[in-house]
């Protein structure tokens, strides 16, 4: 049987997978990716980009193509409710921002299904030189101390390539909340089950005369026949829609014919006789979980292979980005030698915690619908908190000592600048251009310094190219007010300086300059990349 090698093999294609590759092929690493099923998924399943995935998204360019594949009605923003579309309205509420109205955030969200997002990320990934091979399935690995094993199978109609063998050095199941590699590796999973299900039914009407002119992103039905949430798939001329009805735990589509999914469609609009012609339809399951372990040797678990969180909210999808780009430059620096392989035990012990907060944030605001209790309400955290306001703590992140609550997160519009903690916002800049600080956040490590840290300059010369350390002095070229900002939001005098992980966070804080910057800069790196010096 044939083998080949690569440094990382992604298992499933969806977004998380789609990003762990283009995340890996932006530090230069050429992933393998193999997904079963032939082609992107028709459904929209997640809807939106979150502010801090888009903010991943800027970093790389991408911004402005993702936003030309959203949803053509979310121009409209806001979310209808209504016992049908036809029928009574019970009321409107806004949908996700476009830009963050709190200013933590370099943009805001961007509505759009993973079936417009998925072809952005993987041509992109593809361009960058990543591997993507639709149509392959994985049926069997092995790992030992040295890397993973894996027998893939060409299940293209010709028969392809076969079966064969792939090495890999390391491998991330992105394989979904089935998670059949997780579940090979005999890790378990706690949390409270499964609340129920969900179907999506793609279909064709015309709906224009109920729609009656109306702009909206989402209309959300509830009527005694069916609950569930309508949404246009295309433009104005298209005929294009998706119903995505409640079922009950343990329901699934498959126990739907046809007649039965165009009988939900005509009790969505309200309309008993609607030409209705449907297209496909899929279910999953509504749920929340976190995995007992995220990583087990050389194989580590992403997105829903890790957590499950019911869609309210919108964090599920994202949070599995996030997992990506946690892992991505841990696994690049570890494959490069530039850090010891114990870097990786970094990615648990940061994205784990994070989970189970985000897992139960989207719990509460599912059950939102039939009442709190007083003790899931106090939990209840702003989104803002939720998308930003992640707290690591792991050997990644130099620690100050001091008090600390334990907390998973902090109020990012009061950031606190502590290490583990996202970098606040600030608007920089670079070559005579002000540029948001977020937006150079796409590979290396930076060290930012205040007004009078010009001696940190050559700290990072000093410390060498591997990983290099980017360089800038807030207020150099910014005005008085962003050093001001600098220093508050970061928690640190003139002098001092704060290095950032290439994935935004902090990873160390000197409140001013030592008396050997380049050694404490080098000790911190050799520190956070568990890395010793001869």
């Known amino acids: 049987m044939a083998e080949e090698t690569t440094d990382v093999l ?68 806001d979310i209808l ?38 072809p952005v990320l993987r041509a992109r990934a593809e361009e960058l030189g990543a591997d993507v091979r639709f149509a392959t399935e994985m049926t069997g690995f092995e790992q030992d101390e040295d890397g993973v094993t894996a027998v893939l199978r060409d299940l293209r109609p010709d028969g392809g390539r076969g079966e064969y063998r792939v090495r890999a050095r390391y491998l991330v199941a992105a394989d979904g909340s089935r998670a059949p590699v997780r579940e090979t590796l005999g890790i378990g999973r706690h949390g409270q089950g499964v609340f129920g299900g969900q179907m999506n039914v793609i279909f064709h009407a015309d709906l224009d005369p109920y729609v009656a002119g109306r702009t909206f992103f989402l209309c959300f039905v509830n009527n005694d026949r069916v609950k569930g949430v309508l949404g246009k798939l295309g433009g104005d001329d298209s005929d294009r829609w998706v119903l995505a009805p409640s079922l009950p735990p343990g329901a699934s589509h498959r126990e739907f014919a046809a007649e039965d999914c165009v009988r ?74 530039h850090a010891g392989p114990e870097l990786l035990d970094s990615y648990e012990l940061e994205r784990a915690p994070v989970a189970e907060f985000t897992v139960d944030q989207g719990v509460i605001r599912y059950l939102q619908r039939s009442g709190l209790d007083e003790a899931a309400a106090a939990r209840h955290r702003p989104e803002t908190t939720v998308l930003f306001g992640h707290v690591y703590r792991s050997g990644a992140v130099l620690g100050e000592g001091g008090p600390d609550d334990g907390a998973p997160v902090e109020d990012p519009t009061v950031p606190s600048g502590r290490p583990g903690t996202r970098a606040p916002h600030l608007p920089l800049v670079r070559a005579g251009k002000e540029t948001p600080l977020h937006d150079l956040l796409d590979g290396d490590f930076w060290l930012l310094a205040g007004p009078e840290g010009a001696q940190w300059e050559a700290a990072c010369t000093a410390a060498g190219g591997a990983p290099a350390v980017s360089f800038h002095r807030v207020g150099a070229d910014e005005p008085r007010g962003t050093a001001e900002a600098f220093l508050s939001r970061y928690g640190v005098e003139a002098s001092g300086a704060v290095l950032i992980r290439p994935d935004g966070f902090i990873a160390w804080r000197a409140r001013e300059l030592p008396s050997q910057p380049a050694t404490a800069l080098s000790t911190a790196l050799d520190t956070i990349l568990s890395r010793t010096r001869a």
């Open 81 to 118: 409710q209504a016992e049908s579309l036809a029928g009574a309205e019970l009321g409107r509420f806004d949908g996700p921002f476009r830009h963050d109205p709190n200013e933590v955030g370099t943009t805001g969200w961007t509505l759009i299904g993973q079936d417009r997002f998925e």
């Open 264 to 337: 939900l469609v005509r009790d969505a609009v309200g309309v008993a006789d609607l030409p209705v012609e449907v297209e496909t339809a899929t279910s999953w399951e509504i749920a929340a979980w976190v995995a007992d372990r995220f990583r087990s040797g050389r194989v580590l678990l992403a997105g829903d292979s890790a957590h499950v969180m019911p869609p309210t909210g919108g964090f599920g999808g994202n949070m599995g980005v996030q997992d990506a780009h946690n892992l991505a430059w841990k696994l690049a620096l570890v494959l490069r030698g």
């Open 10 to 77: 992604i298992v499933g294609g969806s977004m998380v997978g789609l990003a762990q590759a283009l995340f890996l092929a932006r530090q230069g690493i050429r992933a393998v990716l193999v997904e079963r099923h032939p082609e992107i998924s028709a459904h929209p399943r997640a809807q939106a980009a979150s502010p801090r995935t888009m903010e991943l998204m800027r970093a790389l360019g991408l911004e402005d193509a993702v936003r030309a594949q959203e949803n053509p009605y979310a121009q409209y923003g």
